[in-house]
Nanobody, 130 residues
Framework: QVRLEESGGGSVQAGGSLRLSCTIS????????LGWFRQAPGKELEGVSC????????RYGDSVKGRFTISRDKDKNTLDIQMANLTPADTGICYC???????????????????????WGRGTQVTVSS
């Protein structure tokens, strides 16, 4: 079982930046797809970005392209996302996810629920004020 723990959430003003980190433990994720999702109050889950742990291939959701950067540290076993030029629309709970049954793809980012076939962290709150 993969265990994921997010950190780095908080409150920031519009135009600001935040960096989230996900610590991965439990089992190796060499061939897994890792990603970040978020959920705003009253809205569906939204795929933010994903990364194939082995190859480093990445993808981004349309709403964050050019503003967010996903990265991994294989030595520390962490998955980070650097978020810049934040807007109130970026407010929500951000979740780290890991799946050994998927590749980083449009289909992976199109998930609209935290399904049991994927490991999820508990989430970290990101609040952007105008």
């Amino acid at each position: 079982q993969v265990r994921l723990e997010e950190s780095g959430g908080g409150s920031v003003q519009a135009g600001g930046s935040l960096r989230l980190s996900c610590t991965i433990s439990g089992v190796r994720v060499d061939n897994a797809c890792l990603g970040w999702f978020r959920q705003a109050p009253g809205k569906e889950l939204e795929g933010v970005s994903c990364l194939n742990w082995g190859s480093g291939v990445t993808r981004y959701g349309d709403s964050v392209k050019g503003r967010f950067t996903i990265s991994r540290d294989k030595d520390k076993n962490t998955l980070d996302i650097q978020m810049a030029n934040l807007t109130p629309a970026d407010t929500g709970i951000c979740y780290c996810a890991a799946s050994r049954n998927d590749y980083c793809s449009v289909a992976f980012l199109n998930r609209r629920s935290r399904s049991d076939d994927t490991s999820w962290g508990r989430g970290t709150q990101v609040t952007v004020s105008s």
